[in-house]
């Protein structure tokens, strides 16, 4: 028969394991998010730097347009002039 110091015993045993198996798991789910975490920071990143060159490009493109209306004026005054 099983003395009350084995039970005892056993029940410590099995409260070590169930804390170290809870430990490992909520170790594990931490870790996932700490991933899932970096993955968010490095794509936000990325989209960030996409978005900056969009914003230069439509800043040049923007320019250029300035640019071929002023022409277009000049063009059109020019014409004018001669009639």
Known sequence: ???NITVKFLILILT?????GSSYII??????IKDK???AI???ENTYKELKD????NASKLER????KQENI??????????
């Open 37 to 39: 975490v970096i993955e």
């Open 65 to 68: 347009l300035n640019n071929l």
């Open 27 to 32: 170790f594990k789910r931490n870790s996932v």
């Open 54 to 57: 969009l914003q230069e490009s």
């Open 16 to 20: 070590i394991l169930l804390y170290s």
């Open 1 to 3: 028969m099983i003395n």
């Open 74 to 83: 000049d063009l059109r005054n020019e014409l004018n002039s001669l009639f």
């Open 42 to 44: 490095i794509l936000n």
